[in-house]
């Protein structure tokens, strides 16, 4: 797969990753599931969104490049 093809993906990752833990993380807050400090944008949702886009860049580095 071509280098600006795997950012891309793993940019989009980060962003639905960081979007996904928001919605899990308002969604405790709002049905008082969480600790007392829990907040959106927290470095906790920060590092998960991380790890995830860091995952599928490392996946689509791995799968090689695209048969025509």
Known sequence: MNDFVALLLAAL?????YWAAGLVVRFAV???LGHVHLGEGSLA????????AVAAWRFSR???????
Request: with cysteine.
């Open 30 to 32: 709002r049905h008082e």
């Open 13 to 17: 990752t980060f962003c639905l990753g």
């Open 62 to 68: 791995r799968a090689g490049p695209a048969g025509a």
């Open 45 to 52: 949702q920060l590092c998960f969104a991380l790890a995830v």
